[in-house]
């Protein structure tokens, strides 16, 4: 399925969006934004999607960032308006999302296109892969979370460092500070990636989903609120059929076989 600005493959209970602008460098404009919440809140509906995969189309690029030239000329009203409208704020749904989403950092990772992968659960990186905020060069500052999601990954003084220079790091560099989980030969990205995502969609949809709001909860709530909110989904989720499955499947020594309910 395709639209004009992301493509979208399914391969078993994977979903891939790539974002599909290869000849500026999948800069997301307003469209784009738009059409991954969109296929974000269809996927949401979907119990046959259970991992989401985020990607950039072409060799060069996962996203470059907000797309510079919808800044030119734009209003201050204008530009509260699109960042404040949920059907375009590709962030706040990948983060908001209640399955778990892995982008697949397949080259630059700047900017919007940085906080587009920080707003996913996990990052797995191409050896090719360059990260970094460079909004302070257009005198600017990071809209789409940066300033808050970057410091929580990699530390306040290498998010004061990444933001205040607006230099560029190495795939390497970001694994060193914890910007991504894995850096794989650029040939190797999608293999490795598909495979975690086919691990992940093999266990229970229920507990998944449990787990992405109590570690969403780690960096938002105080932590004993944190805990109280782990307690009760715990029990929440013995209410589940996947808990049952589990638990019978190991204590009959076979493979679980999980359906989301
Ligand atoms: N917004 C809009 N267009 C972008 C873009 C962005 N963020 N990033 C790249 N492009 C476009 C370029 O304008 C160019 O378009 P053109 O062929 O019509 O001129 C095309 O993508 C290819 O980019 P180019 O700059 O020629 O590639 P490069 O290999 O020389 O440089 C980068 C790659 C990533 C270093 C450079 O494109 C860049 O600095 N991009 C902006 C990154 C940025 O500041 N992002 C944060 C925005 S807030």
New binding site residues.
Partial sequence: MADDTILITTTGRVATITINRP???N?LNEPTRAAIVSALERFESDPDVRVVILTGAGE??FI??????DFAGRTPVAQFRVMNDPRANAFEAADRFPKPIIAAVNG?C???GCEMAMACDIRIASDKAKFGQ??I??G?LPGGGGTQRLPRLVGLGNAFKLLYTGDMVTADEALRLGLVSEVVPAADLMTRVNALAAAIASKSPVALRYIKEALRASVRAPMDEGLRLERTLFGLVFASEDKVEGVEAFLQKRKPEFKGA
């Fill in positions: 000849d500026k460098l800069a060069k690029a470059a960032g907000a797309d510079i030239a630059f700047l900017g919007g460079p909004e060069n257009l600017l």
